[in-house]
């Protein structure tokens, strides 16, 4: 089945593509760069059993729109804090992605979202990041941009294989890359790699013990993008945090270990509910 967003959320002029599946508790799913909600295609229906499942585009990414102008983390944690007032959640679980954690915590310490639980999976979080492309990317975007289309698509599979520790097939990478080609859709690609700014997670960092829910970090032993090491400490910051290494897998780990994924999601979320019965 083909990963829809069928719903639209206008947020300051810009279409947002979101949908959601199953009923029961909320629980949101927020997905990282450069990747959209289509991460969450194997593991939504499977939390939908139990909950309310919201996922959605960021602004510049999937299905939602990609303006010329900002789509950094700045933008994007006022965006979350808007969606989740246009679902009238109160205090939803979130389980959050790469970007998409660094988009929860400033959601949370900057626009007072409040959660029931968080659970945070190779988030960007901790400084210094950015992987070598980004570096380069960020000093010659107008060349990046500007390249011939089949160089382009010919880096895009290689940097996405570089998120899994597990050769992928064309099957798997191309759901993915396909977001991004077009001249378009390149130009936003690079786009959003020159806006990856530390100083939206400086905002945050110093604060990390100040998070008002229980939370969980999943981290692969595997991730070239983000080392465990950065897992662990975050981990040290958050006052009550459980951390879970998961083997054989690397930063995107919806595609290396999703059932490691569901399980430990699924444990938390029935551990918190226990707690609050």
């Given at each position: 089945?083909?990963?829809?967003?069928?719903?639209?959320?206008?947020?300051?002029?810009?279409s947002?593509?979101?949908?959601?599946?199953?009923?029961?508790?909320?629980?949101?799913m927020?997905?990282?760069?450069p990747?959209?909600s289509?991460?969450?295609?194997?593991?939504?229906?499977?939390?939908?059993?139990?909950?309310?499942?919201?996922?959605?585009?960021?602004?510049?990414?999937?299905?939602?729109?990609?303006?010329?102008?900002?789509?950094?983390?700045?933008?994007?944690?006022?965006?979350?804090?808007?969606?989740?007032?246009?679902?009238?959640?109160?205090?939803?679980?979130?389980?959050?992605?790469?970007?998409?954690?660094?988009?929860?915590?400033?959601?949370?310490?900057?626009?007072?979202?409040?959660?029931?639980?968080?659970?945070?999976?190779?988030p960007?979080?901790?400084?210094?990041?950015?992987?070598?492309?980004?570096?380069?990317?960020k000093?010659?975007?107008?060349?990046?941009?500007?390249?011939?289309?089949?160089?382009?698509?010919?880096?895009?599979?290689?940097?996405?294989?570089?998120?899994?520790?597990?050769?992928a097939g064309?099957?798997?990478?191309?759901?993915?890359?396909?977001?991004?080609?077009?001249?378009?859709?390149?130009?936003?690609f690079?786009?959003?790699?020159?806006?990856?700014?530390?100083?939206?997670?400086?905002e945050?960092?110093?604060?990390?013990?100040?998070?008002?829910?229980?939370?969980?970090?999943?981290?692969?032993?595997?991730?070239?993008?983000?080392?465990i090491?950065?897992?662990?400490?975050?981990?040290?910051?958050?006052?009550?945090?459980?951390?879970?290494?998961i083997?054989?897998?690397?930063?995107?780990?919806?595609?290396?270990?999703?059932?490691?994924?569901?399980?430990?999601?699924?444990?938390?979320?029935?551990a918190?509910?226990?707690a609050?019965?």
């Open positions: 089945m083909t990963w829809q967003t069928p719903q639209t959320f206008d947020f300051e002029g810009h947002i593509r979101w949908g959601s599946l199953g009923v029961g508790t909320p629980l949101v927020m997905h990282g760069t990747f959209w289509h991460e969450w295609s194997r593991l939504a229906p499977l939390l939908a059993n139990s909950h309310t499942v919201f996922f959605y585009d960021m602004l510049g990414y999937g299905n939602s729109d990609r303006p010329d102008g900002d789509v950094s983390l700045g933008i994007q944690n006022r965006l979350f804090a808007a969606l989740t007032e246009h679902w009238k959640l109160d205090r939803p679980d979130v389980v959050a992605h790469d970007f998409g954690g660094a988009t929860a915590l400033r959601a949370h310490l900057i626009d007072a979202v409040d959660y029931n639980s968080l659970t945070l999976i190779d960007v979080a901790l400084r210094p990041w950015g992987s070598p492309l980004v570096q380069h990317v000093h010659h975007e107008t060349a990046f941009a500007e390249m011939p289309s089949y160089m382009h698509e010919a880096i895009l599979p290689a940097y996405l294989q570089s998120a899994m520790h597990h050769k064309p099957e798997v990478l191309t759901p993915y890359a396909d977001q991004w080609v077009g001249a378009e859709k390149q130009a936003a690079y786009r959003q790699i020159a806006q990856m700014d530390q100083r939206y997670t400086d945050v960092q110093d604060r990390y013990a100040e998070i008002r829910c229980p939370v969980q970090i999943l981290w692969g032993e595997e991730d070239e993008w983000i080392p090491d950065r897992g662990r400490e975050l981990h040290a910051m958050i006052p009550g945090s459980s951390f879970v290494s083997p054989n897998a690397g930063h995107l780990m919806q595609e290396d270990a999703p059932e490691a994924i569901a399980f430990h999601v699924q444990s938390f979320l029935q918190q509910h226990r609050g019965s």
